[in-house]
């Protein structure tokens, strides 16, 4: 789980100081109670087709959906704090469930709830973990996020409900694996195609693209897979075995939705959507449904905070597009000419809010990270004087150019959506007016989704909230691992790396704050991208539906940047 490691865990760390969690549901309450399903279909709107139900599979934006299908050993709730999900327990530091050797290396036990099946009827055991684990280290399938694979020696089953994780140095994340660090995967049902690919009678390709991994996907979820029509929607059914109860509502289905004016129709129309989220409405539709849909009482509408909007800048020089950006002071003339306050005005109306950091205000190291900080403030005179030191100069439009008059070319790109858009024109035509031929595209957000699109990039690339992991050598995407890595920049940097080194090699929260502190800082000084602003996503529920946590998460920025917190209660969600 090392990259989830800073931002994530420490806020969670911090809220855990404040507060002690609240207990969370247990198989064997919610078993005795009877259960009240409704036969009503919950219709969700998100915006991307995921490429895959499994959510170790890198991936672009689909988490929501991906969390809808699967369970972990833990669940993340909405202030953030871990609960036990398929474990009976969050295993506690410095107990037996969690021990620290004087060499580094750590043990964490987790006990599996008793009775837990997969959806298609089948025992879920330790085992599935173990199976799971040696899938997720295979070298030759580069398809999974890396970690917390990369830090585990081994993991024994014991018993069926017993799960040992050796690990070969501390991790803060070790007892908290959430989904998408070490996922069960059905030993029934893929070892036999495992061990095809393995004994050579099969290829990675087809192992990879067994249907099990999209139509025939068997997890644990809360929702068990029927029907996949791509692009268009999945429609499911509630899992009578899930770990934390049967969804008390029936039948799901989830809508794609990629264009954003025509969702915001059909809530407004009524009877087509009962909840948004996933990036699917923006915040000028906030106004719109509060005016015409909330004052009439059909439904609630809220702005929910979220990660930063980040500019990835293209830094491996097979792929950028102008040489001139991999110059430190040509990346420092463009931060000089980033105009948040146009940008928050423009795309907020003034209500938005503007960051030159991807560190939220609320983790506890805000403080010194702030101190440690390189800023750029506004200034067109400081970007011609450093565009002037890297040796260019103005054509006659104006534009900077290079000692043979070419001039400095910044393409720009991010997925179609009014939006961001609306963001892109702003900013696109303030640098133009300052000397940058920039170049900007809108891209259909299923190409935009791809991986191999956002790692090549020749410049600029619109993303959300990269976590610290993501400026890591060891996160570089390439052709060879299928771009599963999360550095999309190719930035990288030997300071960083130290850092890295340190912050995953200590359990206090406080020590690895600072190390985060000044790794954020290191990419405010070297600038492997901009922060813009921290997104405001617009979220719907209709009026009789009770369960989702807007209004929680609209309160700010407390608890997990991570979309599938929007989903964490979805077993107890009911209509009215």
């Known amino acids: 789980m090392k990259g989830k490691l800073?931002?994530?865990?420490?806020?969670?760390?911090?809220?855990?100081?404040?507060?002690?969690?609240?207990?969370?549901?247990?198989?064997?309450?919610?078993?005795?109670?009877?259960?009240?399903?409704?036969?009503?279909?919950?219709?969700?709107?998100?915006?991307?087709?995921?490429?895959?139900?499994?959510?170790?599979?890198?991936?672009?934006?689909?988490?929501?959906?991906?969390?809808?299908?699967?369970?972990?050993?833990?669940?993340?709730?909405?202030?953030?704090?871990?609960?036990?999900?398929?474990a009976a327990a969050v295993p506690?530091?410095?107990?037996?469930?969690?021990?620290?050797?004087?060499?580094?290396?750590?043990?964490?036990?987790?006990?599996?709830?008793?009775?837990?099946?997969?959806?298609?009827?089948?025992?879920?055991?330790?085992?599935?973990?173990?199976?799971?684990?040696?899938?997720?280290?295979?070298?030759?399938?580069?398809?999974?996020?890396?970690?917390?694979?990369?830090?585990?020696?081994?993991?024994?089953?014991?018993?069926?409900?017993?799960?040992?994780?050796?690990?070969?140095?501390?991790?803060?994340?070790?007892?908290?694996?959430?989904?998408?660090?070490?996922?069960?995967?059905?030993?029934?049902?893929?070892?036999?195609?495992?061990?095809?690919?393995?004994?050579?009678?099969?290829?990675?390709?087809?192992?990879?693209?067994?249907?099990?991994?999209?139509?025939?996907?068997?997890?644990?979820g809360p929702y068990r897979l029927e029907r996949w029509e791509r692009g268009v929607q999945l429609e499911a059914a509630a899992f009578n075995g899930h770990a934390l109860g049967r969804p008390k509502i029936d039948r799901l289905v989830i809508r794609i939705a990629t264009d954003e004016n025509t969702l915001l129709a059909a809530v407004l129309a009524g009877g087509q959507v009962d909840y948004t989220t996933s990036a699917t409405l923006r915040f000028e539709h906030l106004l719109v449904l509060k005016r015409e849909w909330e004052s009439a009482g059909r439904g609630t509408a809220v702005a929910v905070p979220g990660p930063a909007i980040f500019l990835n800048l293209q830094q491996k020089p097979e792929y950028v597009g102008d040489p001139a950006l991999l110059d430190l002071r040509v990346r420092r003339a463009l931060a000089h000419t980033l105009d948040r306050g146009a940008l928050n005005e423009g795309v907020f109306d003034g209500f938005g809010i503007p960051t030159?950091?991807?560190?939220?205000?609320?983790?506890?190291?805000?403080?010194?990270?702030e101190r440690l900080?390189?800023?750029?403030?506004?200034?067109?005179?400081?970007?011609?004087?450093?565009?002037?030191?890297?040796?260019?100069?103005?054509?006659?439009?104006?534009?900077?150019?290079?000692?043979?008059?070419?001039?400095?070319?910044?393409?720009?790109?991010?997925?179609?959506?009014?939006?961001?858009?609306?963001?892109?024109?702003?900013?696109?035509?303030?640098?133009?007016?300052?000397?940058?031929d920039v170049h900007y595209t809108a891209v259909n957000p299923e190409l935009f989704a791809r991986l191999e699109v956002?790692?090549?990039?020749?410049?600029?690339?619109?993303?959300?909230?990269?976590?610290?992991?993501?400026?890591?050598?060891?996160?570089?995407?390439?052709?060879?691992?299928?771009?599963?890595?999360?550095?999309?920049?190719?930035?990288?940097?030997?300071?960083?790396?130290?850092?890295?080194?340190a912050a995953n090699a200590t359990l206090d929260p406080v020590q690895r704050g600072a190390n985060v502190a000044q790794m954020m800082a290191l990419i405010t000084e070297h600038l492997p991208g901009y922060p813009l602003y921290f997104v405001l996503s617009t979220r719907t529920r209709v009026a009789g539906l009770q369960g989702p946590i807007d209004e929680a998460e609209a309160a700010g920025f407390g608890g997990t940047s991570k979309e599938t917190t929007a989903y964490w209660n979805v077993q107890d969600w009911t209509f009215r």
């Open 92 to 220: 506690q530091l410095n107990s037996d469930a969690w021990r620290v050797f004087p060499d580094g290396r750590m043990e964490t036990t987790y006990r599996l709830r008793d009775g837990l099946t997969w959806q298609d009827g089948a025992p879920l055991v330790a085992e599935d973990f173990a199976f799971a684990l040696r899938v997720y280290k295979d070298p030759g399938l580069a398809v999974f996020l890396r970690t917390p694979q990369n830090d585990i020696d081994s993991l024994t089953a014991p018993d069926p409900r017993t799960i040992v994780i050796q690990w070969r140095s501390p991790n803060a994340g070790a007892g908290t694996l959430t989904l998408g660090d070490l996922d069960p995967l059905p030993a029934h049902v893929l070892e036999g195609p495992y061990s095809d690919y393995k004994e050579g009678r099969s290829s990675e390709e087809r192992f990879l693209g067994d249907p099990f991994w999209t139509s025939d996907f068997v997890g644990a």
């Open 373 to 436: 900080m390189t800023r750029y403030p506004l200034d067109a005179n400081r970007a011609r004087q450093l565009m002037t030191e890297a040796g260019f100069t103005r054509d006659t439009e104006g534009f900077f150019v290079n000692a043979q008059a070419r001039r400095v070319r910044v393409d720009f790109a991010s997925q179609r959506s009014p939006e961001i858009e609306r963001m892109a024109a702003i900013q696109s035509d303030i640098w133009r007016r300052d000397g940058f």
């Open 6 to 86: 800073g931002l994530v865990s420490l806020i969670l760390a911090g809220l855990m100081a404040r507060c002690a969690p609240a207990p969370g549901p247990t198989r064997g309450t919610q078993s005795e109670q009877p259960i009240q399903s409704q036969s009503r279909t919950l219709v969700v709107a998100h915006r991307h087709d995921p490429p895959t139900l499994a959510p170790k599979i890198a991936a672009s934006n689909t988490g929501s959906t991906t969390r809808l299908f699967s369970a972990a050993l833990t669940l993340i709730d909405a202030q953030g704090a871990p609960q036990p999900y398929l």
């Open 356 to 369: 030159e950091t991807i560190v939220p205000r609320t983790v506890p190291f805000y403080a010194e990270h």
């Open 454 to 501: 956002r790692h090549t990039l020749p410049g600029l690339g619109y993303s959300q909230g990269p976590s610290e992991a993501a400026f890591t050598a060891a996160e570089l995407g390439t052709e060879a691992n299928r771009w599963s890595g999360l550095n999309r920049t190719g930035w990288t940097h030997p300071e960083y790396e130290r850092l890295w080194a």
